[in-house]
């Protein structure tokens, strides 16, 4: 705490250092409760301790018990996975401190009479702060003396200041745009307004992506198969052994005891352990893992170079996929400063020219050249002469005019006055001196001539903040307006719009995405300014203020993309409403108002020039405040998507094959593949063919689901491959092969369907795809015939090569037969056609162009009966509805004399046509079937006047 050396220029002394020792004794300290970024700790463990990480680590120690070191290669995927994800998050987190610098690091404080500068965390509750111009207001507090306007577009969304008096409150979080004042603050710490918009953001919010909901799906898939299967295999195994070692022992008495003590259980188990743990392994989708990580965090390193920082890897995924995109007005279109939009010349029968833009075809302007100029000289000379207390009005006109050939020296300024609502001053001008004044149309001019320009003034004002130009005769040493005051113009001011922000809207727009604006600006500005960046529907908005209930906004989200006057809640609930309706929903957003609906939000975005808050819970961060970026941000999660579904099929392709291989080896022992003879597979087949792959430029349009995209692809080869190995396992027991032929002969046929499922994949072949296909095909024969030992490869014998060879083109004549299935599956559809006695179904396949086409029956006579049966129930149903709702409808039809006469309790038991009622006779009510219920068709009636 520092003393100031300023006197202090108010009445108000403050509190007393006893007051503030009490305070701070009862913990009525401003302590700091911003949203904070994870700490390392927490998020090193989040990285770590993982199923995924779990499982691995189990199955490690299972090979480090059998003494196989070199089997251990599959932990390096392991620690590059969790590498990357500590990295990237730490990186993140790096960036994300370095941009949350608090825009007010101190505060002055009245105490005991003097001045003194505190940290933020010193302000005690009541005690009495001075604010000025530019300063954040650091917590609740109510205006003593002074006045000043306030922005509070952060928390409100309300772009244009808030004149504040004594007794008016001051929300923390917001900024003193122009004035002085001392406040008495009124709530410290948690009870802010900021810490409770953030304390309400402050849980986890659950990632939604496809991708890693899918991968969470598989990784819980197989282990919950693990335990079972890998138990199972085990004791396969093992059974194995100990029945060949029965078999050649002379003591028929054996036992599994004996068996162990023998010593020659241990190498048994050895092995049993190992082919298990390779089972289990390839049911593990584990370089899917490390290349859907890589890949995001390449996507991150890019972006990060266009200035654009991911806070999470899937948050890029997300925003491709998104088909509800939020914009905040304040911060995302526009850039949160003001801008002149126009200048207007005053015409003496009430209407308006625009300066410089008002012609006729002839060429001619609707008023004087000289107006105009002196126009423009009077804003600018204004401006230039309360430029030393400038507000955003006065800052938007010192831009507009920075390149004015001449600006007139001011030789008296009158500041801006929020009781007069109107600046001016003394020009010095060619012909001497000249007095003008800007301000509200209605403050600054007559009865009279406020009514002939107020058609104009409410036109222009449809848009833009409207400040008339007049000319006076001068001030009183009061600063008042000496004479009328004589409109020589006017001034539109709007919020200035990013230059990016139509053409980033335009390509959302050609994308498909659904545009809404929610902002806390009244919801004319908003609708104006939608229109003008091309938003769809902006001429229809809401103020979110008569949305008073839960009906009334879930209503307006199916009608209405423009919102207006929304508070942070209810941004929030308007977000959830869309998620409801099934919807991927994005929101951008700067302030503190958007945080809670930022952290709903399936991807949330925020300008680096935002409130610390908005920035720590937003997923991506546009570190230079630019929303062109988010296109880029689109195209690389289109690119990550699009590759890892086609290289995703290699992963899942062994991933498949080794479950159901895993369930035949229960049967009929042992597990053919090692996992050294896996890493050969994992390499070439699949690990390195699919990080290539993943790299490549793609910007087609996300289609369908990722899990099911992946699947299409990938059981064709998992199937091939799987009635390979059978094949080879058949084989070897028909013909004695040993386990190391057997392994041999598997990889081989694997190899080959691996082979297709790449050439597939990589069709239509580019340079890159053909010298891959070369690679992985060279590096296969290589590992097979330089490397045997270290991959445990046998040599065949010419029965067995020949029997590989056969076995090998089976699988790829297998999978090409189902990939091709698959693939037409999904042009295929069904047509029901009757009239031919029995029910025929008309597959098309193709389209209905195509010659491939089937015609069959719907099925047995007993489930047509059963149809027949089910059918004639629900046309019961029906006309049990339609006779209860016309029963209805002519009860409403009947006058209340009839009514009344009726006995209570009495029931009408049937419903007699609306002919044979007298009463009835001309009004005809119809009731009949319509979709999802039924519609009864009323009469139109007409009422009878009075006598």
Same mark, same amino acid.
């Given at each position: 705490?520092?003393?100031?050396?300023?006197?202090?220029? #108010?009445?108000?002394?403050?509190?007393?250092?006893?007051?503030?020792?009490?305070?701070?004794?009862?913990?009525?300290?401003?302590?700091?409760?911003?949203?904070?970024?994870?700490?390392?700790?927490?998020?090193?463990?989040?990285?770590?301790?993982?199923?995924?990480?779990?499982?691995?680590?189990?199955?490690?120690?299972?090979?480090?018990?059998? %003494?196989?070191?070199?089997?251990?290669?599959?932990?390096?995927?392991?620690?590059?996975?969790?590498?990357?994800?500590?990295?990237?998050?730490?990186?993140?987190?790096?960036?994300?401190?370095?941009?949350?610098?608090?825009?007010?690091?101190?505060?002055?404080?009245?105490?005991?009479?003097?001045?003194?500068?505190?940290?933020?965390?010193?302000?005690?509750?009541?005690?009495?702060?001075? *604010?000025?111009?530019?300063?954040?207001?650091?917590?609740?507090?109510?205006?003593?003396?002074?006045?000043?306007?306030?922005?509070?577009?952060?928390?409100?969304?309300?772009?244009?200041?808030?004149?504040?008096?004594?007794?008016?409150?001051?929300?923390?979080?917001?900024?003193?745009?122009?004035?002085?004042?001392?406040?008495?603050?009124?709530?410290?710490?948690?009870?802010?307004?900021?810490?409770?918009?953030?304390?309400?953001?402050?849980?986890?919010?659950?990632?939604?992506?496809?991708?890693?909901?899918?991968?969470?799906?598989?990784?819980? #898939?197989?282990?919950?198969?693990?335990?079972?299967?890998?138990?199972?295999?085990?004791?396969?195994?093992?059974?194995?052994?100990?029945?060949?070692?029965?078999?050649?022992?002379?003591?028929?008495?054996?036992?599994?005891?004996?068996?162990?003590?023998?010593?020659?259980?241990?190498?048994?188990?050895?092995?049993?352990?190992?082919?298990?743990?390779?089972?289990?392994?390839?049911?593990?989708?584990?370089?899917?893992? *490390?290349?859907?990580?890589?890949?995001?965090?390449?996507?991150?390193?890019?972006?990060?170079?266009?200035?654009?920082?991911?806070?999470?890897?899937?948050?890029?995924?997300?925003?491709?996929?998104?088909?509800?995109?939020?914009?905040?007005?304040?911060?995302?279109?526009?850039?949160?400063?003001?801008?002149?939009?126009?200048?207007?010349?005053?015409?003496?029968?009430?209407?308006?020219?625009?300066?410089?833009?008002?012609?006729?075809?002839? %060429?001619?302007?609707?008023?004087?050249?000289?107006?105009?100029?002196?126009?423009?000289?009077?804003?600018?000379?204004?401006?230039?002469?309360?430029?030393?207390?400038?507000?955003?009005?006065?800052?938007?006109?010192?831009?507009?005019?920075?390149?004015?050939?001449?600006?007139?020296?001011?030789?008296?300024?009158?500041?801006?006055?929020?009781?007069?609502?109107?600046?001016?001053?003394?020009?010095?001008?060619?012909?001497?001196?000249?007095?003008?004044?800007?301000?509200?149309?209605?403050?600054?001019?007559?009865?009279?001539?406020?009514?002939?320009?107020?058609?104009?003034?409410?036109?222009?004002?449809?848009?833009?903040?409207?400040?008339?130009?007049?000319?006076?005769? %001068?001030?009183?040493?009061?600063?008042?307006?000496?004479?009328?005051?004589?409109?020589?113009?006017?001034?539109?001011?709007?919020?200035?719009?990013?230059?990016?922000?139509?053409?980033?809207?335009?390509?959302?727009?050609?994308?498909?995405?659904?545009?809404?604006?929610?902002?806390?600006?009244?919801?004319?500005?908003?609708?104006?300014?939608?229109?003008?960046?091309?938003?769809?529907?902006?001429?229809?908005?809401?103020?979110?203020?008569?949305?008073?209930?839960?009906?009334?906004?879930?209503?307006?989200?199916?009608?209405?993309?423009?919102?207006?006057?929304?508070?942070?809640?209810?941004?929030?609930?308007?977000?959830?409403?869309?998620?409801?309706? %099934?919807?991927?929903?994005?929101?951008?957003?700067?302030?503190?108002?958007?945080?809670?609906?930022?952290?709903?939000?399936?991807?949330?975005?925020?300008?680096?020039?935002?409130?610390?808050?908005?920035?720590?819970?937003?997923?991506?961060?546009?570190?230079?405040?630019?929303?062109?970026?988010?296109?880029?941000?689109?195209?690389?999660?289109?690119?990550?998507?699009?590759?890892?579904?086609?290289?995703?099929?290699?992963?899942?392709?062994?991933?498949?094959?080794?479950?159901?291989?895993?369930?035949?080896?229960?049967?009929?022992?042992?597990?053919?593949?090692?996992?050294?003879?896996?890493?050969?597979?994992?390499?070439?087949?699949?690990?390195?063919?699919?990080?290539?792959?993943?790299?490549?430029?793609?910007?087609?349009?996300?289609?369908?689901?990722?899990?099911?995209?992946?699947?299409?692809?990938?059981?064709?080869?998992?199937?091939?491959?799987?009635?390979?190995?059978?094949?080879?396992?058949?084989?070897?027991?028909? #013909?004695?092969?040993?386990?190391?032929?057997?392994?041999?002969?598997?990889?081989?046929?694997?190899?080959?369907?691996?082979?297709? *499922?790449?050439?597939?994949?990589?069709?239509?072949?580019?340079?890159?795809?053909?010298?891959?296909?070369?690679?992985?095909?060279?590096?296969?024969?290589?590992?097979?015939?330089?490397?045997?030992?270290?991959?445990?490869?046998?040599?065949?014998?010419?029965?067995?090569?020949?029997?590989?060879?056969?076995?090998?083109?089976?699988?790829?004549?297998?999978?090409?037969?189902?990939?091709?299935?698959?693939?037409?599956?999904?042009?295929?559809?069904?047509? *029901?056609?009757?009239?031919?006695?029995?029910?025929?179904?008309?597959?098309?396949?193709?389209?209905?162009?195509?010659?491939?086409?089937?015609?069959?029956?719907?099925?047995?006579?007993?489930?047509?009966?059963?149809?027949?049966?089910?059918?004639?129930?629900?046309?019961?149903?029906?006309?049990?509805?339609?006779?209860?709702?016309?029963?209805?409808?002519?009860?409403?039809?009947?006058?209340?004399?009839?009514?009344?006469?009726?006995?209570?309790?009495?029931?009408?038991?049937?419903?007699?046509?609306?002919?044979?009622?007298?009463?009835?006779?001309?009004?005809?009510?119809?009731?009949?079937?319509?979709?999802?219920?039924?519609?009864?068709?009323?009469?139109?009636?007409?009422?009878?006047?009075?006598?």
């Amino acid at each position: 705490m520092d003393s100031t050396n300023a006197d202090n220029p #108010f009445d108000e002394r403050g509190l007393s250092f006893a007051e503030v020792e009490e305070r701070i004794s009862a913990g009525k300290v401003n302590v700091n409760t911003e949203l904070k970024t994870k700490s390392v700790r927490e998020l090193v463990i989040e990285n770590v301790c993982t199923l995924f990480n779990l499982i691995n680590v189990v199955l490690a120690v299972l090979v480090i018990i059998t %003494g196989a070191w070199k089997n251990l290669t599959f932990l390096g995927i392991v620690f590059l996975n969790t590498a990357i994800g500590i990295i990237q998050a730490l990186r993140s987190k790096h960036m994300v401190d370095k941009l949350t610098l608090l825009a007010s690091k101190k505060a002055v404080a009245v105490r005991d009479g003097s001045l003194v500068e505190l940290d933020l965390d010193q302000i005690v509750l009541d005690d009495a702060i001075r *604010l000025g111009r530019g300063d954040q207001i650091p917590a609740d507090a109510v205006v003593l003396e002074g006045e000043c306007h306030v922005n509070e577009s952060l928390l409100t969304g309300e772009s244009n200041p808030i004149h504040k008096r004594p007794g008016d409150e001051l929300m923390s979080g917001s900024f003193i745009d122009a004035g002085l004042v001392v406040a008495r603050v009124v709530h410290v710490g948690a009870d802010n307004y900021v810490a409770r918009i953030n304390n309400e953001a402050k849980y986890v919010k659950k990632v939604n992506s496809e991708i890693m909901n899918a991968l969470n799906a598989i990784v819980r #898939f197989a282990s919950v198969l693990m335990v079972p299967l890998g138990l199972a295999l085990f004791i396969a195994s093992a059974r194995t052994s100990f029945t060949a070692w029965c078999d050649l022992a002379p003591d028929s008495s054996a036992t599994v005891v004996s068996w162990i003590a023998s010593g020659e259980a241990q190498a048994a188990l050895s092995s049993a352990t190992l082919s298990t743990v390779g089972a289990l392994l390839g049911m593990i989708p584990q370089g899917l893992v *490390l290349l859907t990580s890589s890949v995001l965090a390449i996507a991150t390193i890019r972006l990060a170079r266009r200035k654009v920082l991911a806070q999470q890897l899937y948050c890029i995924e997300t925003l491709a996929r998104v088909d509800v995109l939020c914009l905040d007005k304040t911060g995302t279109i526009t850039s949160g400063h003001m801008e002149v939009e126009g200048t207007y010349v005053a015409l003496r029968d009430g209407s308006v020219a625009r300066s410089g833009a008002d012609e006729d075809r002839a %060429g001619a302007i609707s008023y004087r050249r000289e107006d105009a100029e002196e126009l423009d000289r009077a804003l600018s000379g204004i401006a230039h002469a309360t430029s030393a207390d400038a507000n955003e009005t006065c800052t938007a006109l010192l831009h507009h005019f920075a390149d004015a050939p001449h600006v007139p020296s001011a030789v008296r300024a009158i500041a801006f006055s929020s009781a007069k609502k109107w600046s001016g001053a003394v020009l010095a001008c060619a012909d001497g001196e000249a007095s003008y004044v800007m301000g509200a149309a209605q403050f600054v001019l007559g009865r009279e001539d406020f009514q002939l320009f107020e058609a104009s003034v409410n036109r222009l004002a449809s848009s833009c903040r409207v400040l008339v130009v007049a000319r006076v005769d %001068g001030f009183t040493d009061e600063g008042d307006i000496v004479g009328d005051a004589r409109p020589i113009g006017f001034v539109t001011i709007r919020d200035e719009i990013r230059p990016s922000a139509a053409e980033t809207i335009g390509y959302f727009r050609e994308q498909g995405v659904t545009l809404n604006v929610i902002s806390g600006d009244d919801p004319r500005t908003v609708s104006s300014i939608a229109r003008v960046v091309g938003i769809p529907g902006a001429e229809a908005f809401v103020d979110a203020t008569t949305l008073d209930t839960p009906a009334k906004l879930d209503a307006a989200v199916d009608r209405y993309h423009v919102f207006g006057r929304v508070t942070p809640q209810q941004k929030r609930e308007l977000v959830v409403a869309l998620q409801r309706r %099934g919807h991927t929903v994005a929101m951008t957003g700067d302030g503190v108002n958007d945080v809670l609906a930022l952290k709903e939000a399936d991807c949330s975005v925020a300008m680096a020039a935002g409130s610390d808050a908005a920035r720590n819970v937003a997923e991506i961060v546009l570190v230079e405040n630019d929303f062109a970026a988010m296109p880029a941000v689109v195209a690389e999660g289109r690119r990550s998507i699009n590759n890892l579904q086609r290289s995703a099929a290699l992963f899942l392709t062994k991933t498949l094959f080794s479950m159901g291989l895993a369930a035949i080896c229960i049967v009929a022992p042992p597990y053919p593949f090692q996992p050294i003879t896996m890493t050969l597979i994992n390499f070439f087949c699949i690990g390195f063919p699919s990080f290539v792959l993943a790299l490549e430029p793609n910007r087609a349009r996300v289609r369908g689901s990722f899990l099911a995209n992946v699947l299409k692809k990938a059981l064709p080869a998992a199937v091939g491959v799987l009635a390979t190995s059978l094949l080879c396992i058949l084989a070897a027991g028909a #013909f004695g092969f040993g386990q190391e032929l057997l392994s041999t002969m598997c990889l081989i046929t694997t190899c080959a369907v691996g082979l297709c *499922l790449i050439w597939r994949i990589s069709v239509p072949f580019t340079p890159l795809r053909r010298a891959l296909f070369m690679f992985v095909a060279a590096g296969l024969a290589v590992g097979v015939t330089v490397f045997p030992g270290f991959f445990s490869i046998a040599r065949p014998t010419i029965w067995a090569s020949l029997l590989t060879a056969v076995f090998s083109l089976a699988g790829c004549a297998i999978f090409y037969r189902l990939a091709d299935a698959m693939e037409l599956s999904s042009a295929r559809s069904g047509r *029901l056609a009757t009239g031919f006695g029995r029910g025929v179904r008309v597959s098309l396949r193709g389209g209905r162009r195509s010659r491939s086409s089937r015609v069959d029956s719907t099925g047995s006579s007993a489930r047509r009966a059963i149809e027949a049966a089910r059918t004639r129930m629900e046309r019961r149903a029906t006309a049990r509805e339609l006779a209860r709702a016309e029963e209805h409808a002519q009860e409403g039809a009947l006058g209340a004399e009839d009514r009344a006469a009726r006995p209570d309790g009495a029931r009408r038991v049937g419903v007699e046509p609306a002919g044979k009622r007298e009463d009835v006779r001309k009004k005809r009510y119809r009731v009949e079937q319509a979709h999802g219920g039924i519609r009864v068709k009323m009469p139109k009636t007409t009422r009878k006047k009075d006598q």
